[in-house]
């Protein structure tokens, strides 16, 4: 069941056998202060939760077990947010998907992510609370777009599939090529994605 409390209301439910959270659903809808998404939902689209300041807490996604993706600025400034849990069944994190979740503080652990192949750009821009991002067990993941971990001031260390190789950055999203990095180095990738090469495209060779 999803529940929810906006300004002017008691309580709104949707159906538990819900697929689907449609563009700008709760746009601005401040009032919100929680969810509980169904094991349905295959989807949060674009601008979902945009701009849903009254959200507290943990953001706990990972009863979704059929949830493939989160769209474009889905959460942009759901500043209240301090933590996020997503589902194995996660394959994409839109573009700005979580840009100015201030309050997520501490580690992004997207370990058990394991079906996870892209980051959007933007997606984590201006979380400023996080310190590390965990991506150990992302093992499909071949693409980060630009600047999806800018200005995250306080990262400090950012861990990528173990074992994985190919990594490079460039500027253009449509590249098969690029400059060669290496991913081995946690508080080297945090630099890398937050610094020198922030505003790059990160992908990994199939």
């Given at each position: 069941m999803f529940a929810l409390s906006l300004t002017g209301f008691n309580n709104s439910?949707?159906?538990?056998d819900i697929k689907i959270i449609g563009d700008s659903a709760f746009h601005n809808c401040s009032g919100l202060t929680s969810i509980s998404l169904p094991s349905s939902l295959t989807s949060i689209e674009s601008s979902a939760f945009y701009r849903c300041s009254g959200l507290t807490g943990e953001l706990n996604l990972g009863g979704c077990t059929s949830l493939t993706s989160i769209g474009s600025s889905a959460f942009w400034s759901c500043s209240r947010l301090t933590s996020i849990s997503l589902?194995?069944?996660?394959?994409?994190?839109?573009?700005?998907?979580?840009?100015?979740c201030s309050g997520l503080t501490g580690e992004l652990n997207l370990s058990n992510c394991t079906?996870?192949?892209?980051i959007g750009r933007d997606a984590f821009q201006y979380c400023s609370g996080l310190t590390s991002v965990d991506l150990s067990g992302c093992t499909s993941l071949t693409s980060i777009g630009?600047?999806?971990?800018?200005?995250c001031s306080a990262l400090e260390s950012v861990v990528f599939?173990?074992?994985?190789?190919g990594w490079y950055v460039?500027?253009?999203s449509t590249a098969t090529s690029g400059t060669d990095v290496d991913v081995t180095n946690s508080s080297t990738n945090a630099s890398n994605l937050n610094g020198q090469y922030r505003t790059y495209y990160w992908k990994r060779n199939a």
């Open positions: 439910t949707i159906p538990r589902p194995s069944s996660l394959t994409s994190i839109g573009n700005r998907a979580f840009y100015g079906n996870l192949t892209s630009s600047n999806a971990f800018q200005n599939p173990e074992g994985s190789t460039t500027t253009s």
